[in-house]
């Protein structure tokens, strides 16, 4: 751990951090011309106190050294980001370092408060003007300050021109608010108590710079560690999700929905992001006694035991008997519903047997809630695998469902451009697929398809027929003579894209 030195501005590096004296903490926002690791042992530091990268590190210090403190912390130029050992060493620890911090100042560089209307003692009263400058400040939308907000246990609001603006305690009410947080995790800066959805409901909305820093900067918030590896992109959420569930059986982690609505939606049990349990803070682990064991990660999904319900209010024949309901171990504690003479629904997720034992969740945009006690008792429960990376899965698991959202067309050939495609209402040009809506999925797919493809540097065309009435949907082409070959691939007949199940059919010329 480094730590700026702030008469000196000069960094000391401590090996072991509870050796580090006490020191004060920045948390902000970034912008374009800020102090790093790098320019800090150059002239910049004492050139540039203009720029607002310089401006508020120098500020920090200043208020730092009014509060009897020597040191203090900033992530622009207290970590070498050039080293990943580092990096990784440093965000893994960041929620503690927060935590162990005397005092953290939040600095928002956007609020410009009127001192008439200041939470800041003596006064009490919070001016409508100010709180909605305050509450529009972009510091409450990054993902990295929601840990910074919650692990210090004293921090102060500073504005733009670094007047201080309240205290976190004084401010709770308004921050609570603002961001969903309890009152008492704010003052007392302890998240691990709340059900996993409800925490990663906080960061619902929030955003980075990195898609995989929505993964990383909840690490402390769960208590994680684990190596960074940027560069996988959303499947940094899935490995935290994977994580948290090795230390909790906390299954509000499954109650999520996703975000767009689609009757073909499937999905595994993780969600994707932060935002799809932008709903689920109502949601609280069920505490009796159950016979439910421990989920276990295996190479084709994630097992787990569930209490299964037969889903119903189908139409008839079209879910034929495989499609359930999986009651979460979790209560809605937002609903009015009676369970076992508690105030409280259960929860469930809808899921599809798609082969022997494996399931996948289908309708991901929906929450099964139930008013009444379920059929079912809590000891009668079922094993299941649940996919993970549908992207991958077999083409038999899919083969004999009914639940096809589309058919993408793949050319693969550069001899060759699609010049017509009908039914033309049904074609979406940007996802180069054949969407249907729900009436036609209901029905099973039954309007004929039809590209046609223009051979380059030729009056040829090949049209590509597709039946999905016949029993193996059958793929007839249609071509003038021309040389070379065509071929007709089927990449695995139907694969999951972005959580929508489609046929996918190509074109090759050879």
Not at 355 to 368: E, L, M, S
Not at 412 to 438: G, R
Request: hydrophobic share 35%; charged share 25%; proline share 4%.
């Amino acid at each position: 751990m480094r730590l700026l030195n702030v008469h000196t501005l000069q960094l000391q590096s401590f090996m072991d951090e509870r050796n580090a004296p006490p020191y004060a903490i920045l948390s902000h926002t970034w912008g374009n011309d800020e102090l790093t690791f790098e320019e800090l042992a150059g002239p910049r530091l004492s050139q540039d106190k203009e720029s607002q990268g310089v401006w508020k590190i120098l500020k920090c210090a200043e208020e730092a050294q009014r509060a009897g403190l020597d040191h203090i912390w900033v992530d622009t130029c207290c970590i070498q980001k050039s080293s990943s050992a580092e990096l990784s060493e440093a965000i893994n620890s960041m929620f503690r370092w927060y935590k162990r911090s005397a005092v953290c100042y939040a600095y928002l560089s956007d609020v410009e408060p009127d001192l008439r209307e200041t939470l800041y003692p003596p006064h009490n009263v919070c001016g409508k003007s100010w709180l909605k400058t305050f509450s529009a400040s972009r510091w409450f939308t990054r993902g990295w300050t929601l840990q910074e907000l919650i692990a210090p246990r004293r921090l102060t609001f500073f504005s733009k021109e670094w007047v201080a603006m309240g205290t976190k305690a004084i401010l709770a009410p308004v921050l609570s608010g603002i961001t969903s947080i309890p009152e008492e995790t704010l003052i007392y800066g302890d998240a691990f108590g709340q059900p996993v959805s409800r925490r990663m409901s906080w960061a619902a909305k929030r955003q980075t710079t990195r898609i995989e820093d929505l993964a990383y900067s909840l690490l402390g918030i769960f208590d994680i560690n684990m190596p960074l590896l940027y560069g996988e992109g959303r499947y940094a959420f899935q490995r935290l999700q994977e994580e948290i569930i090795k230390v909790t059986d906390d299954e509000t982690i499954f109650a999520w929905k996703a975000t767009t609505s689609s009757f073909a939606t499937w999905r595994g049990l993780f969600a994707q992001s932060p935002d799809e349990f932008a709903d689920s803070g109502g949601f609280v682990p069920f505490s009796g006694d159950t016979n439910s064991q421990s989920q276990v990660i295996t190479n084709r999904g994630l097992r787990v035991q569930f209490p299964l319900s037969r889903r119903k209010g189908v139409e008839k024949g079209w879910n034929s008997g495989t499609e359930f309901i999986a009651t979460l171990k979790c209560l809605d504690s937002q609903s009015t519903g009676r369970f076992r003479n508690q105030g409280f629904s259960t929860v469930g997720i809808y899921i599809k047997k798609v082969f022997d034992n494996d399931y996948i969740r289908v309708d991901a945009d929906k929450i099964h809630t139930a008013t009444e006690k379920a059929s079912y008792k809590w000891n009668d429960w079922t094993y299941v695998t649940v996919r993970n990376r549908l992207d991958y899965s077999p083409w038999h698991y899919f083969s004999k469902c009914s639940r096809i959202r589309g058919i993408c067309v793949r050319n693969t050939s550069t001899s060759a451009t699609l010049e017509k495609v009908q039914p033309a209402e049904h074609w979406n040009p940007e996802a180069q697929t054949f969407v249907f809506d729900e009436d036609a999925m209901q029905r099973g797919l039954r309007q004929v398809i039809e590209c046609t493809f223009r051979i380059l540097d030729s009056d040829s065309t090949v049209a590509l027929h597709f039946n999905p009435r016949e029993r193996y949907r059958r793929i007839c082409c249609y071509y003038k003579v021309m040389k070379g070959k065509i071929t007709v691939l089927i990449e695995s007949l139907v694969r999951v894209i972005d959580g929508e199940a489609v046929l996918v059919v190509g074109l090759k010329i050879e």
